[in-house]
């Protein structure tokens, strides 16, 4: 995107400060002069008529009137002049001209407050003359915001001048009554002190940074003429003027009658005669910030709906609830955020739609149509009040006007209330990161193809970008009778595969016609929302969309949408509760691709954004005994965990025992940093890998089929200190210990924890946050995502073993693409033989935990009778193994026994194809495989389960092949060979 914020940012810190500065005494020398004469006019009515009573607000209505129109009126007149100055001439001359020119109006009103402190008519000249310099000031200040600041950060831009600019109006709105009640006869040194705020605005103006002229020729005529081209031309421009007119034209008819308001019905002094237009401005800051905030990086005209529906509510209140100032100052600050909501998307649209080169003609012919409103506002409060409407009235025919004008925004531009949605779930379910949306052209075709996990896909698309998105969908949504009014608003091209080929080509050439007509079409090309979490084959529709076309292809990938209610997640869409409210999601585009890019190039790019994408999830995470603690609280009488000795282990057990063991190791492993463990797959084993990380500990996990020789290589490249082990599996395995570390018998440990370390430890599981538990257990500094985990060592058979070094990110970011695409379901019971010396061993346990299911341990995989036993007596549904341990089983144990399996996922070796179609054969279930290395990741690629229902195929697996890649891996070829 091309700007010229590009010089000026380099140069300057905070490109707005001078402007914003500058910007905010000049409005609070308009308001409080103004308020000034009009409150000194009311002053000799009410020395005449009475400080109240109908003579006098109809008296005080007519000065107010006066006051509103002689500086509205040179607003309206002098606009399209101020439009041609603002493009012949640098925008920042034309603001430090307009500011000295300020100073001189500032130094005449004290002079003329001197000679007559009622004012008079040199007040008014001076007011007058105020709003020749607003007229001129308007379209500099709104014409070189987009000179500053890049595109994404124009709605930011426009709130904080918004908010500047209101806050402004609060304080001039309050000081004009103030000043004139603290220099009582002398009313020229509050003249006096505007003087002085508009110097300090003069020397402001000078540190706005240079920005050369839009244009070096035309008149007015010729600006009137490339002005009104720009707005018949675009239909949005044309509709953000409109929407700006009727916002004005109300807003200064309630404006002016809150003044009156306040001094007949709330009975408020001069002093405070201006507090609820100050609160308004109060609200207009407010809304204005946090419009641009929800704007994020992008116009967003969604925000204008809700704007223009508090604005009808709150000034029809004002007008049926009875006089009160508590009430009243609530209402008002609710129209100025409705105020804040409808400004600065219309502001923004209209300084980025309008021509670069023609930026101060449009803008300065809007002004011209809004500030005819403003007047019409300020005459028809003056007409109302001769008709005989009180203040109150007033409020009432505002509020009718108001919710007239709601309908008509509402005709206009229906797809604005879909936005105001789009804008609205995000923030309340989702927190949306948006990355390379500059890769989408602000203008002109394009085709986006992002890859598809759930209902709400093309609502977070929309919230991602600020253009109007031609989405291809399905027939069957397209037409239902619930979503149709949004997919009607929405536009969408609708799509069936049951009516036939030649149905599904002229949904097709509609997506190409809209493309020619220079619109956004997204197509998902997986052809249906992923079930398995895995990016599904594609379809070639998308190819023959921009078959002989110039539109670019715009990969995106969604990324952490899938266990969201509205994904597959779990195995059912919506009836789940949410893991955690806002749900992080990271919506990705890629670099524009050329039209004929085929499938296969398109969908690799969509998965490397994956890649690129999971690395942001690293700020969300946390270290996996945090992790750990989590899942365990949130199911704490599920069961966790299971072995020979230990038959039921809950998941609130499984956490106390981890802090047990912890607090109980915490001497032996004092100064330590990586510490020694020699045990198999068993609910100790488990514990004691929980309670290393609770300590701050790197985890070594021992090979015990190494032999003596390996375990010394181990421990002295580890530099171990401790082994923790036990006396019955070392006995048993016939083990010969390495020489050197201390060793820590657990059946010793266990002498030493008594009841009141057990029920200290129930508390912390039951109450403490994380960080207090790791105080606890003797974590000093906490760990991070990035700190190391554990090592796990090579068998050594070609030559010294190797220690593979895996943080706790790498193996946390393992579990969740693992959980996206092997999906473990309430009540799941995982087999566990594989030791916690193997990666793909360790990293099952934290995936299954995390998860909420529950883990059957063995000690051995060779006792082939018990392990069937086990399957069979706990119901285990998903078998983690080996190809050689399977061709055991798949021998010995009875299908009767394997009845309950659902899954058997084989890693660590080849899986032939004649084990794979036995075992299939003989318990009904075809294996599938998965593929990793330990220096890489424990998990790189795996087949998955496929998904059947009615109406649906979505296959996740293809025999003789390790699968696809894991979610969150890139995977090259180097050498197909």
């Known amino acids: 995107m091309t700007t010229l914020a590009g010089p000026a940012i380099q140069s300057h810190h905070h490109p707005l400060r001078g402007l914003l500065i500058a910007q905010f005494f000049g409005a609070f020398n308009d308001n409080a002069w103004k308020l000034m ?42 606009s399209v002049v101020a439009g041609v100055v603002s493009d012949r001439l ?9 500011k000295v020119v300020e100073v001189a109006l500032m130094g005449a009103g004290t002079l003329a407050l001197w000679r007559d402190p009622t004012g008079g008519w040199p007040a008014l000249v001076v007011l007058a003359g105020l709003g020749v310099h607003s007229a001129f000031f308007s379209p500099a200040k709104y014409g070189i915001l987009p000179e500053l600041l890049p595109y994404e950060k124009l709605s930011l831009g426009n709130g904080l001048l918004k908010m500047w600019t209101f806050f402004a109006i609060i304080a001039g709105t309050t000081a004009g009554g103030l000043f004139l009640g603290l220099s009582s006869t002398s009313p020229w040194l509050a003249g006096l002190a505007l003087t002085i705020f508009s110097v300090v605005a003069l020397l402001a103006a000078l540190t706005v940074p240079h920005v050369p002229a839009a244009r070096s020729e035309g008149g007015v005529g010729a600006t009137l003429a490339v002005g009104w081209a720009a707005l018949r031309a675009d239909r949005m421009l044309r509709l953000a003027i409109g929407i700006n007119i009727m916002f004005w034209t109300i807003a200064s008819l309630f404006g002016q009658d809150m003044l009156i308001y306040a001094k007949s019905r709330l009975a408020l002094s001069d002093e405070l005669s201006g507090l609820p237009l100050a609160i308004l401005g109060v609200g207009i800051g407010i809304g204005a910030v946090l419009a ?83 007047l019409a506002g300020s005459l028809g409060a003056g007409f109302l009040s001769k008709l005989g409407l009180s203040a109150t009235d007033i409020l009432l025919a505002c509020g009718v006007v108001s919710l007239v004008g709601t309908a008509i925004v509402f005709h206009l531009l229906p797809d604005s209330l879909l936005r105001f949605v789009v804008v609205l779930l995000p923030r309340l379910i989702y927190r949306v990161t948006v990355l390379g949306n500059e890769s989408v052209p602000r203008e002109g075709p394009a085709l986006l193809v992002p890859n598809h996990v759930s209902f709400v896909d093309g609502l977070l698309l929309m919230a991602s970008l600020d253009r109007p998105i031609r989405f291809v969908v399905d027939a069957r949504y397209a037409e239902h009778r619930l979503f149709r009014p949004f997919m009607k608003a929405m536009r969408v091209i609708p799509i069936t595969s049951n009516e036939g080929p030649r149905v599904i080509l002229r949904a097709l050439r509609e997506a190409g016609k809209v493309l020619d007509e220079g619109e956004l079409v997204c197509i998902f090309p997986e052809g249906q929302i992923s079930r398995t979490g895995t990016l599904l084959p594609f379809r070639r529709g998308f190819e023959r969309i921009v078959k002989g076309r110039t539109a670019p292809i715009i990969p995106v990938y969604l990324d952490r949408v899938w266990g969201s209610i509205f994904s597959f997640n779990h195995g059912r869409f919506l009836w789940k509760m949410p893991e955690r409210l806002p749900y992080p999601v990271t919506v990705s585009f890629g670099a524009p691709l050329p039209p004929d890019t085929p499938a296969h190039e398109v969908r690799g790019k969509i998965q490397d954004l994956g890649e690129a994408a999971w690395q942001l999830r690293k700020p969300h995470r946390q270290p996996l005994h945090r992790e750990f603690i989590w899942s365990m609280r949130r199911y704490p009488f599920r069961l966790a965990m299971a072995d020979q000795n230990r038959p ?19 001497p032996y492993w004092q100064d330590q940093g990586r510490v020694g463990v020699l045990l198999p797959p068993t609910v100790a084993a488990a514990l004691v890998n929980v309670a290393a990380p609770l300590c701050g500990k790197t985890i070594v996990n021992l090979n015990y089929t190494v032999g003596k020789s390996g375990l010394e290589a181990a421990v002295h490249l580890a530099g171990l200190h401790t082994i923790v082990t036990s006396r019955t599996f070392i006995e048993k395995a016939k083990l010969d210990l390495p020489d050197g570390p201390s060793v820590i018998w657990l059946e010793n440990l266990a002498k030493t924890i008594g009841t009141g370390q057990k029920a200290l430890a129930a508390l912390l599981a039951l109450f403490a946050p994380c960080r207090v538990i790791e105080r606890a257990c003797g974590q000093a500094t906490p760990l991070t995502p990035d700190s190391l985990a554990t090592i796990i060592f090579s068998s050594g058979s070609t030559g010294e073993p190797k220690g593979v070094m895996l943080s706790h990110f790498s193996i946390d970011a393992n579990t969740q693409g693992a959980t996206q695409v092997l999906h473990l379901y309430q009540d799941e019971r995982v087999l566990g033989i594989l030791p916690f010396f193997h990666s793909f061993g360790y990293m099952v346990f934290w995936f299954v935990m995390f998860n909420n299911a529950a883990m059957i341990f063995h000690p051995s995989p060779l006792d082939v009778a018990a392990i069937g036993e086990l399957v069979q007596r706990y119901r285990i549904t998903f078998l983690v193994i080996t190809p050689t341990f399977l061709q055991l089983y798949s021998r010995r144990c009875t299908p009767e026994q394997f009845s309950s399996v659902r899954v058997i996922l084989t890693g660590a070796e080849k899986l032939s ?12 279930i075809g294996p599938i495989e998965g593929y990793g290395v330990t220096e890489c990741a424990p998990v790189i690629a795996v087949n998955c389960p496929d998904f059947r229902a009615a109406g649906y195929y979505q296959p996740a697996s293809r025999r003789g092949t390790v699968g696809q890649p894991l979610p969150g891996v890139s995977v090259q070829i180097v050498d197909p060979d």
Do not use: Y
């Open 913 to 924: 194809a004649r084990l794979a179609q036995a075992v299939e054969d003989k318990f009904g």
């Open 37 to 78: 004469v009009a409150l000194l006019a009311i002053r000799e009515v009410a020395a005449v008529v009475g400080p109240s009573g109908p003579a006098f607000e109809a008296a005080s209505q007519t000065q107010a009137t006066i006051a509103f129109v002689v500086f509205n009126l040179p607003l309206m007149l002098f």
């Open 648 to 666: 039921h282990v809950s998941s609130l057990q499984a956490l106390i025992g981890s802090i047990v063991l912890a607090r109980a190791l915490r």
């Open 90 to 98: 640098s925008k920042r001359t034309v603001i430090i001209g307009l």
């Open 292 to 374: 641009g905030r929800l704007s994020a990086s992008k116009i967003e005209i969604g925000l204008i709906p809700p704007g223009c529906v508090g604005l009808s509510a709150g000034l029809l209140a004002l007008g049926l609830i009875p006089p009160d100032l508590t009430s009243a100052l609530l209402l008002m600050a609710l129209l100025g955020l409705a105020s804040g909501f409808i400004n600065v998307p219309i502001n923004a649209l209209i300084q980025w739609r309008a021509p670069a080169d023609r930026r101060g003609a449009v803008i300065a012919l809007g002004n011209t149509f809004m500030f005819g409103g403003i």
